[in-house]
Structures are given as structure tokens and as C-alpha cells.
């Protein structure tokens, strides 16, 4: 096999995981906008809980994308 198509390859992998992410992103922005589908009289601390506990997992990926936290060089 060449090294162009394992190029080739590698960037149709690529495109497909980027693909993937911008699907996810795109998915909780717009269930950001609409505040995760929670009307304001009907918060309640599981709620906040809940938004806590994405924004943990969110800051482990940002904190690995750009290298902060446990990811810093």
C-alpha cells in the first residue's frame, strides 16, 4: 500500500471523528440555547447538579485539547 492512500485513509478517519464532534457540539449548543430544556419556575438543585456534572466532563476535554490542568506541559 503507497503511503497516498494510507494517507488518504488517515485524513477520511480524521474527517469522520471531526465530523462526529462538530455533530456533538452542534447538539449541545443547541440544547444549551433552549437552557437544557428546563423552564426557569422548574430548576431545582438536581438541575444544577446535572449542568455541574457536564461542565466537569467539558473541562476534561478542554482541559486535554489545550493542553491546561492535568494535560499542562
Known amino acids: 500500500m503507497s503511503r497516498r492512500t494510507d494517507n488518504a485513509k488517515v485524513l ?8 462526529e464532534i462538530d455533530a456533538m457540539l452542534a447538539r449541545l449548543q443547541a440544547l444549551s440555547d433552549e437552557h ?17 456534572h457536564y ?3 467539558l473541562k476534561r476535554i478542554t482541559d486535554s485539547a489545550f493542553k491546561e490542568g492535568e494535560h499542562a506541559e
Open 55 to 57: 461542565a466537569e466532563l
Open 12 to 19: 477520511d478517519a480524521f474527517i469522520a471523528r471531526k465530523a
Open 36 to 52: 437544557f430544556e428546563i423552564h426557569p419556575d422548574e430548576v431545582h438543585w438536581g438541575h444544577v447538579g446535572t449542568l455541574a
